[in-house]
């Protein structure tokens, strides 16, 4: 007797673009979808899935599992992300500065849904190159899988924590 346990998850989940492809046959057209998903918890877990199938609900289905399999832990600072970083994948760039509180998401639709799922509230991200959501979500992801943690960096190079955190944010001392 194997049933599957359905759980009832707090994940966020965003589809950002459904794609519909046409194959001509001798009888017509034949469609099949592809759907890419992001997936996050809102509370610096995210995860990135690209589904296909020929109907669209199973493509998103698909892009579900895929993302919640690929799901990575975000490295942040409050509200937003420790340091600028910069996000490359094919021909799109992705600059990511941090936020000051209260700013918001000021980000290109793709990214905006993985900052979203991330739980990233406060960040300022600028898109150059090629607009595409796919390759622009890879460049988001890579971004923020560079990010370093002030815990880490104070580790590593024998410091206070808090020595390093005045500093990114301009303060003597």
Known sequence: MTERMEEKS???EKVIKVNRVAKVV???RRFSF???VVVGDGRAKVGVGLGKANEVTEAIRKGVDQAKRRMRFLVSEGRTIPHPVLGHFGASKVVMKPGMPGSGIIAAAPVRAVMECGGIQDISVKSMGSTNPHNLIKAAMNGLNQLVSFEDVAARRGVPVEKLRAAS???KG
């Open 34 to 36: 592809s759907a890419i």
């Open 10 to 12: 707090d994940l966020i």
């Open 26 to 28: 001798k009888g017509g």
């Open 169 to 171: 944010h301009g303060v």
